[in-house]
């Protein structure tokens, strides 16, 4: 089976295909056959974030282009048997565009579309890389919008342990870096600034540690970080933005590991995965892998070009649905608040 993804929940304009072989009973994991992602980080760039309206245009003046190069040389368009694209959750707008695109091509080359939550394709993100992992996996999707913690039972069952309550962990770094004054995305500055600060030389507060449950708060710790700035600042003894960053960062580590650790015990699954934007981030993997490691289990993560968005991820869940019997109808529409587990 031949499956085309299309991604554009947010601000990468993202196609892939995919082949999953019909006798592929049980655990198939499609083989990945391109994976193209055009990414609008320079148009939001200067704005400090991404703009819905400028996204959504982009998509709209990308999305045939990139469909395109997916399939060059790969196949015959005419050949593709299922198109798989995230319908939520994401910008309203951006999501209309992969929506329209996928149901138009559906009935031009009469093909099955899948519909397809952006949360699950980054949990199955996993598997792409990792082929002989097998579920139970507990995996922290850590992205630009979503933190939360998922004890992943099967292929389509999912346990949602716990969420962000606030801000997601990547808001948290890209409002730390504004802080900063350090540019956007902040993901990747934060990371790279730390890496020559003193992660000791200020205590941030770890949110919700003092709780059960497996719920995040970022809201807290941002704000933490801007108030420390800015008093810093008025007392003219303004702190190197590397300690701040390192700082921060060490705070953020330390709440993913007393969770992750936390729900490993609870559950005894030594599986553990981290996905989504942030999961890009090498110190935080190596954090998580030691604490993992030191509670006996293995840790995962689905490599960079899977971790934050793109296409590849969706194609592989549309084509494991689609093995699976689900093909939904071309009157489905964006659902711009979709949960994991279905509508909100
Ligand atoms: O998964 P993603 O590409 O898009 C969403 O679905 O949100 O995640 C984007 C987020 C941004 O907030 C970005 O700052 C963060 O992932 N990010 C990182 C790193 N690279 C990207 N956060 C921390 N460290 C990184 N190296
Ligand atoms: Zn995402």
């Not at 933190?147 to 949602?160: C, N, S």
């Not at 008093?231 to 390192?246: C, H, I, N, P, Y």
């Not at 700082?247 to 330390?254: H, N, P």
Request: hydrophobic share 45%.
């Amino acid at each position: 089976m031949l499956v085309l993804g299309i991604e554009t929940s947010c601000d990468e304009t993202a196609a892939s295909l995919c082949h999953l072989p019909e006798n592929s009973c049980g655990w198939g994991v499609p083989r990945i056959l391109s994976n193209v992602v055009a990414s609008q980080e320079e148009l939001h760039g200067p704005f400090g974030g991404v703009v819905p309206e400028i996204a959504s245009r982009a998509h709209a003046e990308l999305i045939s282009e990139i469909i395109e190069r997916a399939v060059e040389g790969k196949a015959d368009l005419q050949n593709v048997d299922c198109v798989g694209v995230t319908y939520g959750p994401g910008l309203i707008g951006a999501l209309l565009v992969g929506v329209a695109a996928a149901k138009a091509l559906c009935i031009g080359i009469d093909a099955d579309l899948v519909a397809v939550n952006h949360l699950e394709a980054h949990i199955y993100s996993t598997f792409l890389a990792i082929k002989d992992l097998r579920p139970p996996v507990i995996t922290l999707l850590v992205s630009g919008g979503h933190t939360m913690l998922v004890l992943m039972e099967a292929f389509g069952k999912y346990l949602v342990l716990g969420e962000t309550v606030d801000d997601a962990c990547g808001e948290a770094f890209d409002k730390v870096a504004r802080v900063l004054e350090l540019g956007y995305p902040g993901g990747p500055i934060i990371e790279k600034t730390a890496k020559e600060g003193d992660s000791q030389s200020v205590c941030f507060p770890r949110a919700m540690l003092n709780r059960e449950g497996y719920d995040f708060s970022f809201s807290g710790l941002k704000t933490a970080v801007a108030n420390h700035v800015r008093g810093t600042r008025q007392l003219g003894r303004s702190r190197k933005a590397e300690d701040v960053a390192a700082s921060f960062q060490l705070a953020v580590a330390d709440v993913l590991c007393a969770r992750v650790v936390c729900a490993m015990r609870e559950f005894g699954i030594p599986s553990v995965a981290i996905v989504g934007g942030v999961a890009a981030n090498g110190y935080l993997r190596e954090r998580i892998a030691e604490a993992v490691n030191a509670a006996g289990g293995s840790f995962y993560y689905p490599g960079l070009e899977y971790c934050t968005d793109n296409a590849a991820m969706v194609a592989a869940t549309a084509a494991v649905k689609r093995a699976g019997g689900v093909v939904s109808s071309l009157e489905i529409e964006a659902e711009p608040s979709l949960r994991l587990n279905g509508k909100a």
